[in-house]
């Protein structure tokens, strides 16, 4: 029996599913840099394969939880919980077949059984993995921009602007994964949504605290007719103190961080060549 045409078979569908799961990482970057509806692009393009897909009733209720379909709201990528479900279903039975052909092609010797090992488990854990890191970079980016964005409203609130004009002035040409948002919410506006509901509709799409704070600052402003501009001095002095206390945080980390690829890394080759001299000469009696 010839396997040469079952394994390139296998290996064409390996490769599709990891070309899949690349295609979403370009899409959610193409959506960083470009400014894009949702609901449309590769990732729509992929529902209907998805679809074909029936993962296990458990599976799927665990895979596609509700934690699931928030943090895909927030990363913008347009599925349900079902299609994130259906696959990490299929890219691990991919994985699956990957590693099958790894360890028959190597013959199932020592690096064949590595590379099997690590292909299964990037299969399990890559996707969860790589939407808990998008959710975590989109959280952090809008946290260390929003300071600068609540300053440049302050100052168009403190020049007499109001806040809706204001809030188009600096949206317009504001960067980064807030500026997309913010200019989102002035599309809602123009279209006759209440503010109320347009500023609690982008709260809810983005996984920061401190946007949701704003949002409520601005809520709390409306209801009882205060100072927006004094209360967005005062928030914006707060977020510049957590983020400068995170960066102090991050920098108290990088020690212990460092010690992992010094004791996996640096030190075994330390060790190896400090120390195979003399056990060859040890072993070979010389």
């Not at 709201?73 to 259906?86: E, I, P």
């Not at 959710?135 to 809706?164: C, N, Q, T, V, Y």
């Not at 402003?221 to 945080?249: F, H, I, N, P």
Request: with cysteine.
């Amino acid at each position: 029996m010839n396997l040469l045409p079952i394994l390139a078979s296998l290996l064409c569908g390996a490769a599709v599913g990891l070309a899949a799961l690349a295609g979403l990482g370009l899409v959610a970057r193409h959506r960083d840099q470009r400014e894009a509806p949702k609901g449309g692009g590769m990732a729509d393009g992929l529902r209907p394969v998805l679809g074909l897909i029936a993962p296990p009733r458990g599976i799927e209720q665990r895979w596609g939880s509700e934690g699931v379909q928030q943090k895909l709201r927030y990363v913008g990528l347009g599925w349900d919980g079902r299609d994130f479900a259906a696959a990490r279903w299929g890219l691990l039975w991919l994985g699956i077949l990957l590693a099958v052909v790894i360890g028959l092609v190597r013959g199932w010797d020592l690096l064949g059984q590595f590379l099997a090992l690590l292909v299964l488990i990037s299969a399990f854990f890559g996707p969860g993995t790589w939407l808990q890191w998008r959710s975590e970079r989109r959280r952090m980016e809008i946290d260390i921009a929003l300071p600068d964005f609540l300053d440049r409203l302050a100052l168009g609130l403190d020049a007499g602007l109001g806040f809706e004009v204001a809030l188009r002035r600096t949206a317009h040409d504001f960067r980064g994964l807030l500026g997309e948002d913010l200019r989102r919410l002035v599309r809602q506006l123009d279209r006759g949504h209440p503010r109320a509901n347009a500023l609690r509709d982008m709260a809810n799409g983005t996984p920061s605290d401190d946007l949701h704070a704003f949002v409520a600052a601005v809520q709390q402003s409306d209801r009882l007719g205060t100072s927006l501009a004094r209360s967005l001095r005062v928030q914006t002095s707060l977020l510049r103190a957590r983020r400068r206390r995170r960066a102090q945080e991050a920098s108290r980390r990088l020690p212990i961080l460092i010690v992992f690829p010094l004791v996996f890394f640096f030190l075994p080759a330390l060790l190896i060549i400090y120390l195979a001299p003399p056990l060859l000469h040890l072993f070979l009696g010389r």
